[in-house]
């Protein structure tokens, strides 16, 4: 069995390889070489391969992408349509990302930010009581990480919500799915918080017409994908007040031009899309168990299904 690695924008894809030696010692490895020949890989683990990989390999059995979003990876045009595309199921994101979110949250709920304000001015001053029942939050996404996000939230005692795309039941959480449960869901969320995977359907979802619809000055935690965010929107939403913060961890263009408006806006917080980074020990242990059950004829969760984008 031989496994090649396209991982783009790590230096050090040799770790990986060391970690999945030590499970597959029978297995070769190699890593992309673009000067390379045809290796006759059987499979590839990758994240933002180049073009060139899914015209050399033909032989791949299945492609892993060492993230959770798989929009960079079925962007490639020269990925064959029936190539199955594996992605990586929670593998420590979610509990990050339910941190990240509860942060953000408590900037809000928890007068972080103001009293960080009043700091700054030397200000000795006790704010009202934060009444908890007023900070309901909304979901939007409630897949591997968006469900966790939720019953982490829910599990503080904020009204919690969330949004899919068919029916789902969580205990604890109020839900809506479809464009027909989306203005209901908007209606009573105060923080709203992306974790959408990036699709045709999704593209732009956070628009001004969707700011319209969250109560006055919501708040928007974005920790889907850049192209979910309509950045003009989004400024002039804060500026008519319409929207009081934005927490934003991903971007339409990353890293975030150095002249972005979102770099020096007050109500807006910048992180380098590090809401749920990858972790080599969790994903290698999915991706390896997940080879030994192709290899041995099985299915494996995790497929993304190519119709819909995710
Ligand atoms: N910032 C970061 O560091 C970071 C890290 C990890 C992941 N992410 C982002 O988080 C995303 C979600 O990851 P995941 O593992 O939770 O994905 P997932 O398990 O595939 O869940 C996706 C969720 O989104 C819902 N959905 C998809 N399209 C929809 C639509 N058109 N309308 C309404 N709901 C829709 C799905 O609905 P159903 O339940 O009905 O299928 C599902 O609940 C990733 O794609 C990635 O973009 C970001």
């Known amino acids: 069995m031989h496994i090649l690695l396209a991982i783009t924008g790590d230096p050090k894809a040799q770790r990986w390889i060391d970690a999945m030696q030590a499970a597959l010692p029978d297995a070769r490895f190699s890593v992309w070489d673009a000067a390379g020949p045809a290796l006759d890989a059987d499979y590839a683990v990758v994240w933002h391969p180049p073009a060139a990989l899914f015209t050399r390999e033909t032989g791949l059995r299945a492609v892993f992408n060492i993230g959770a979003g798989v929009d960079g990876l079925l962007s490639v045009p020269t990925l064959p349509a029936e190539l199955p595309v594996i992605r990586l199921e929670?593998?420590?994101?979610?509990?990050?990302?339910?941190?990240?979110?509860?942060?953000?949250?408590?900037?809000g709920a928890r007068d972080f930010a103001a009293y960080r304000g009043l700091q700054a001015s030397g200000e000795w001053k006790v704010l009202p009581v934060p009444r908890r029942d007023q900070w309901t939050v909304g979901v939007l996404g409630l897949g591997q990480v968006g469900r966790k996000v939720a019953e982490a939230v829910a599990g503080f005692g904020y009204p919690t919500?969330?949004?899919?795309?068919?029916?789902?039941?969580?205990?604890?959480?109020?839900?809506?799915?479809?464009?027909?449960?989306?203005?209901?869901?908007?209606?009573?969320?105060?923080?709203?918080?992306?974790?959408?995977?990036?699709?045709?359907?999704?593209?732009?979802?956070?628009?001004?017409?969707?700011?319209?619809?969250?109560?006055?000055?919501?708040?928007?935690?974005?920790?889907?994908?850049?192209?979910?965010?309509?950045?003009?929107?989004?400024?002039?939403?804060?500026?008519?007040?319409?929207?009081?913060?934005?927490?934003?961890?991903?971007f339409r263009t990353e890293p975030l031009p150095k002249d972005h408006a979102f770099w020096r806006h007050p109500a807006i917080t910048v992180t380098p899309h590090t809401a749920a980074r990858t972790l080599r020990a969790e994903s290698v242990a999915q991706i390896v168990g997940k080879i030994r059950r192709l290899q041995a004829g099985e299915s494996v969760g995790g497929q993304v299904e190519r119709g819909r984008g995710y």
Not at 93 to 100: C, K
């Open 90 to 107: 929670d593998a420590g994101m979610s509990v990050q990302m339910a941190e990240y979110t509860l942060h953000a949250l408590w900037e």
């Open 161 to 250: 919500a969330g949004w899919s795309r068919t029916p789902r039941e969580i205990p604890d959480i109020e839900t809506f799915s479809g464009q027909d449960g989306l203005p209901a869901f908007l209606a009573r969320t105060k923080v709203l918080v992306n974790v959408l995977p990036l699709t045709p359907d999704t593209r732009d979802v956070l628009n001004a017409s969707l700011f319209a619809q969250l109560p006055k000055g919501a708040h928007l935690i974005n920790v889907g994908r850049g192209e979910h965010l309509v950045d003009d929107d989004l400024l002039a939403a804060l500026d008519s007040g319409q929207l009081a913060r934005a927490t934003l961890d991903v």
